[in-house]
């Protein structure tokens, strides 16, 4: 069943076109991935969003995301309450909607 991730990022000042150069360059390539997007959803905020085969293809390729995260960590200030630098979420699919509608 297809999966979503969607992590949260703020960047430090002065720091976005690194922060966006460090995705292009990381041109992600896991196993099972369909589509990757880096979406700016703010001032200085943006989402990642990746859609999945699956969500053991998605958690097996948890270790190579770290990894991604790593190479540019510095550029990401702290969101606070307790979340550190990111906050992600992810999940299975229960629902598509389309042009065409309702999709199970």
């Known amino acids: 069943m297809t999966a ?4 949260r990022f703020r960047v430090k000042p002065g720091r976005e076109q690194e922060f966006i150069d460090a ?22 905020t943006y989402c990642v969003v990746g859609e999945w085969d699956s969500m053991a293809e998605l958690a097996a390729a948890r270790p190579g995301m770290i990894a991604m995260l790593d190479s540019f960590r510095d550029c990401l200030e702290d969101l606070g309450g ?5 906050d992600p979420v992810s999940g299975e699919v229960v629902a598509r909607f389309e042009s065409a509608g309702l999709h199970a």
Do not use: E, W, Y
């Open 82 to 86: 307790g979340l550190g630098v990111t």
């Open 4 to 7: 979503f991730n969607i992590v």
């Open 23 to 44: 995705h292009r360059k990381a041109d992600p390539q896991f196993g099972g991935m369909q589509r990757f997007s880096l979406v700016k959803t703010g001032d200085r």
